[in-house]
């Protein structure tokens, strides 16, 4: 028997898609792509990647070969951004999906399976994932059919001289590597203007709402919105306390909606006394402590809402992290397993 969740993640796809096309345009000549790993973000990954590949998305970027296969009935070109482990051959010989090859070891093994279309990542200075750059010089690709040459910002949310270096650490292979395209820039990346741009965008968290850079803000916009069932509406008289530790206390007579929803499920204690519930563009903050699987939030501005109604909660991510100070990565991805997603 299926029991229906009492609370639920609902994508906005409309706002999924206007979102990839504010970045493709944003990204100018280049080719903008999405980064659908760890499940989309936490959204669902073949939910995003079906809809995005509808509004012409063409280029999708998976973190392991397990999210590559679950992505592989869409038929969509997927590169596998951890790339190549002996453990890997078989899946990545079914030929669904590239690896995006990081180290001189995995592009050996490549070329031992007997090779075929790959990706290939580049480290220009976050030493993270990627050959040197000084190997490519060397001829490390050569023979290799490469697709795209990858590259990874490290502080593309920031204004410092490091992504200018990136930059033009990377601009320095154009034409000195077998691959047919180039891509850099994140969704930060695409921010930092058209000489980040190279062939092909990688965006994630912009797609997903998030805001990168304050000068991207205009044109992004919430895509996750956590919703969540009232269980319980109370009066609370002036005087009275809500909720763990006692941290709000009623002004005045105050109607309070308790809602299943807490920390349990990524909404963060932290946002406590600080998030709002948001129905029909009313807002409805958050009364005291999130609790584990609780929220209480005053409902004192809908007295129609009733046990078993639906709210949904303002998850503006810039929003949300400035005020709670989790990154919004992680507001996103930490959202739970309990969430009915649809
Ligand atoms: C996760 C990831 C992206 C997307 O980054 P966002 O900051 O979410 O836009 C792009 N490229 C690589 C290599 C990544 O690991």
Redesign the pocket.
Known sequence: MEIPAPLRLRVDRDTLVSNWQALDRMSGAAACGA?V?ANG?GLGATLVAETLAKAGCRDF?V?NWAEAQALAPLGVTLSV?HGLRAEDLPVAKAGFARP?LNTPEQIARWRDSGGGPCDV?VDTGMNR?GVSVEAVRGGLLDGLSVETL?S?LAC??EDVAMNARQQAAFASLKGKSPARRMSLA????IGLGTAYHFDLT??????YG?T?RANMADDLRQVAWPEAQILQRRRVTAGETVGYNATWTAPADTEVAIINLGYADGYRRALSGLGAAMVDGVILPVLGRVSMDLIAIDATARPDLAEGDWVAMAYDLARASAACGVSQ?ELLTGLGQRFGRA
């Open positions: 980064a790993k973000y970027f973190a951004l995006v990542m994932l990858h990874h593309a949310d994140n969704s930060a990346g990688r965006p994630g968290l912009a797609l998030g990168p990565y």
